[in-house]
């Protein structure tokens, strides 16, 4: 008779991994992250234990987006007050901090539920092509 897996807490294993930015559009560059950091890439997925590993993104200021999603692209916030809605564009994000581009996608991409915060603190992005996590040798994602 076959048994199901389930994962416990007490066996999580982490990686490291590294990609660059500059290598995919934006959208699957968030797919791939949003997948190490769910741990949907191993064996012993389960869907209630955050197994997932740690991924460093970097050259986020050299990101690609395809057509003209530079311009058109919007990211909105709010202050809480009236008339408080800022509207800045990609291309404004990327010039301002070029990290908030890509963490908002991967925000996008990972479920909305407890783990969530716990799934984006283990996202580094830096800007350059410099990191600060060469300790843990990360691997490389192609």
């Known amino acids: 008779m076959k048994k199901t897996y389930s994962q416990k807490s007490s066996e999580i294993s982490r990686e490291w991994w590294i990609i660059d930015a500059s290598t995919l559009p934006l959208g ?5 992250i949003a997948d190490k950091l769910q741990g949907k890439s191993k ?5 209630h234990i955050d197994n997932g590993d740690y991924v460093v993104v970097i050259n986020a200021k050299n990101l690609k987006v395809t057509g003209d999603k530079m311009t058109n692209k919007h990211y909105y916030r709010h ?3 009236p008339g408080g809605l800022t509207d800045l564009t ?3 994000i990327i010039e301002k901090d070029p990290t908030i ?10 479920p909305k539920n407890k783990l969530q915060a716990d799934r ?3 996202l580094r992005v830096f ?7 060469t ?3 990360p691997k490389e994602i192609k």
Do not use: D, N, W
């Open 28 to 32: 699957k560059l968030a797919v791939v």
């Open 43 to 47: 064996v012993t997925y389960t869907t």
């Open 79 to 81: 202050s809480s007050f």
């Open 90 to 92: 990609l291309a404004e």
């Open 101 to 110: 581009a890509i963490v908002e996608a991967v925000k996008g991409m990972l």
């Open 120 to 122: 984006l603190a283990r």
């Open 127 to 133: 800007p350059g092509a410099e990191h600060a996590h």
């Open 135 to 137: 300790a843990q040798t």
